[in-house]
């Protein structure tokens, strides 16, 4: 955040009265890209983030914790009162940051005492109509700082959006994209401090999650919305400035009032000695002797013969004054040159002047007359065509959202089906050569016994623990393998196998799956006996998850 010369910002106070002041910006006032401009709202934002953040989560908290508290489970009422109030929550830090641009040192305690006038002002409007505009923070100053509403506003957002609307609806669709990724990288970092002996299915608990998970994501959410807003709102008050500094030229007189400056210190010691030099220039006067000089001063009369005495107006020397004309003279020269005599060629569409009597007998009267009425009424017709147009705008976004959301419960509805769809190509590739070896345990099915719970157990009675597991393990994988068509490399660990496990198969085998390899890791590893009634369950599964076999 560079520091420079002073500028100035357009703001309405609360009071109504207009404050501007050109010499308090923080920011150097000069013409930058609406990317830079940017980058600049987020450097902002970086060096006033608590207040701003702060701005925006009090206010918040009164909406999301009841909403969270009632509606915890369900992910989207919870979240869903915020994000339709965000444009009001939003002003928050749109209201420090206007001010503390000007070093107005103004915080938290002073927003939340104006917090009525802020968010009064066209409230309604932000909130409906005005909620998914793409250009909603670069427009939110026109209705906190500027308090225009109506024509007016239309008028100066028309202005203002002739360069800078694709750079604000990028901004949005940034900020959005971001927002989106933060939410998925949180709820990532969460799921990695999940032990993997847990045994929980991530895949699961996001699209089926518990009461506890669905109270976690909208935390999430909430507070990635809580960290987003300052710096999205930031950005596009620094779009907005940069795009008043580009239709004002703030710099350009910022720059005048520095030469201004400059010139009244120099010219000020002038001054005091032109003043010193007239006061001795009269008091010298005084001192001389005073004589009659009327004579010298005033030439004598002239006799012209009418008996009317007229003077000389000519000097002692007699050189005549300069003629009153010069300056006209020369007014007239500037106006004759180019700079006033600029000529312009407009094209447009017109009416032909039917002059020619042919051309009028071969157009009816009432052809011409209708289309000569559309063109005197054609303001009356363009502002008739944006009324009619207007509900089929909303309607256009209103199916937008009816299709996505349509999409998003057909995703979550069929989401099994999809899941298997998606994983079918795999299933369907080539098969690599089946491993008939894998951690040193022989997986064919020739290798294994009728009844393989039956046999486990037995060898767990006669005190063969490691042969017992063993023998479940690499059962496990032979089913694995051959009866579910996983594709297990030899070199595949045990953790990668449980991976590709929890991936593809339902949540009965992959809990099997984990629960039978932490068991054989900790006996094979670490020399862990497990407890009989472990193995004893262990085998009892068996029959449950391969019922079907």
Known sequence: MSLGVGGDLFFIRWTGTLSMDLSKLCVQARLRSPWEAIDLGLAMARVWWGPLFLSWLIPSLFIFIPCWLLWGETIWAAVLPVWLLQPLFDRGPLFIASRRIFGEPVGVADFLRQLKAVYKTDAFFSVVVRRFSPTRSFDLPLTVLEQLTGQQRSMRQAALHRVYASAASSLTFVAFCVQCLLILAVGVLVSMFIPTEAAVDSWSAVWEPSAFVSYLEALIIYLVMAVMAPLYATAGFALYINRRIELEAWDIEIRFRHLVMRAAQTIKPLVIVTALTLCCGSFLSFMLPSEARASEEISAPVDTGTGVAEFDDTSSDGAAMEPESAPKRRVLEILEGDDFNRTETVKGWRFKELDDDKETQQIPEWFVSFFKFLEHHAGFFKTLGKVIASPFVLLKYLVIAALVILAIYVIY??????????????????????????????????????????????????????????LLYRALLAELIHRHGFEFSESATEGECVFLVRERANSRLSRYTVQLTSVWQALAYGHLQPEPQQVRALCDQWAEVFADE
Do not use: N
């Open 413 to 470: 509805r069929y989401r099994a089906p999809l899941k298997q769809w998606a994983f079918a190509g795999a299933a369907e590739s080539p098969i690599q050569d089946t491993p008939k070896v894998m951690f040193g345990l022989d997986v064919t099915r020739e290798s294994l016994p009728d009844d393989v719970p039956a046999q486990a157990w037995h060898l767990w009675e006669c005190k063969s623990y490691r042969a017992s597991i063993s």
